[in-house]
């Protein structure tokens, strides 16, 4: 009788095996089961990150236009931060920063040391890239705003995730961006705009999405609907095509992914690398 060991010699081919090796066959082990309404909900961070960009990008290019002036959007980008600081201590009562033990003090300063670095360097900032073609500086941006969504950390456990890389890249995009605006001003409110939206937002939209999910789900849908506004005052085309991506992302992705799932075909049995179960740590000391 054929033995499924390999220490003991058998008349059998090397490559035997009987009807009894499929009787291990296990099919779907470690599948997941999704629901549409948590797979949705979970689409929302990448629906913030799409529409931070785009409002991004609209902003600049009213700044760009004159049609928005730099003492504007600095008012209200400071009125908007004020009141997102207050909110993001009021979510969980103040337990964040009692544990983090960080002052608001120390957090005032470090604004402070922010805004003074960004505005004392601003004149570097307009003038880093006037040898450069503006072509060449809106493909940097452009890249560099993908590369920005793309390595961002969405909630996922993944390799390619690397908050880092993802803010230096939008912080990169926005110098490109505020280096071909008309002053040294426009440049430093973009610069610290750039800052608030890529930085400070999502930092709140985590604590809303774990604290309040209703707050978190409401506050999502007001802030796509401002970006779609925002995009549609200057292409109506841009606008529906930005909103068709918006829908995809929250709603088509999630039902392909759930049907997706019934087609998923893994097996699992005897073939299945060993895996070591035992505490081997007594031989590393």
């Known amino acids: 009788r054929w033995q499924k060991v390999l220490y003991e010699r058998q008349p059998f081919p090397d490559n035997y095996v009987d009807q009894r090796f499929l009787e ?4 779907n082990v470690h599948a997941r089961r999704y629901r549409y309404r948590a797979v949705v909900f979970q689409s929302g961070a990448v629906v913030q990150q799409l529409c931070s960009v785009c409002v991004f990008v609209v902003t600049w290019w009213y700044m760009d236009a004159g049609v928005l002036s730099p003492q504007g959007l600095f008012g209200a980008a400071l009125v908007s931060s004020l009141l997102g600081y207050l909110l993001f201590d009021a979510v969980d009562g103040g337990a964040g920063r009692r544990e ?4 608001r003090w120390a957090d005032l300063k470090s604004t402070l040391v922010f805004t003074a670095f960004t505005y004392g360097f601003s004149p570097v900032l307009k003038t880093l890239t006037e040898s450069i073609s503006t072509d060449t500086i809106y493909a940097m941006s452009s890249l ?9 950390d969405y909630g996922a456990n993944a390799a390619i995730v690397s908050s880092t890389l993802s803010l230096n890249m939008a912080i990169f995009a926005s110098v490109c961006l505020a280096s071909r605006l008309p002053r040294s001003l426009h440049a430093f409110v973009m610069v610290t705009f750039a800052m608030q939206i890529f930085a400070l937002w999502p930092m709140l939209q985590k604590k809303l999405k774990a604290q309040t999910p209703r707050c978190y789900v409401a506050v999502t849908v007001l802030f796509a ?9 200057i292409s109506s085309v841009g606008a529906v095509l930005f909103a068709s991506l918006l829908l995809s992302v929250s709603c088509l992705c999630p039902y392909c992914l759930i049907r997706l799932q019934l087609l998923k075909d893994n097996i699992h049995g005897p073939w ?3 895996e070591i179960k035992e505490d081997l740590s ?4």
């Not at 609907?225 to 005052?233: F, H, I, M, S, V």
């Open 24 to 27: 291990e066959l296990r099919k």
């Open 100 to 103: 983090s033990e960080r002052t």
């Open 144 to 152: 560099m705003l993908l590369g920005h969504l793309i390595f961002f």
């Open 225 to 233: 609907l401002a970006a779609l506004a925002g995009l549609a005052t």
């Open 272 to 274: 299945d690398e060993a």
């Open 282 to 285: 007594r031989f590393l000391m």
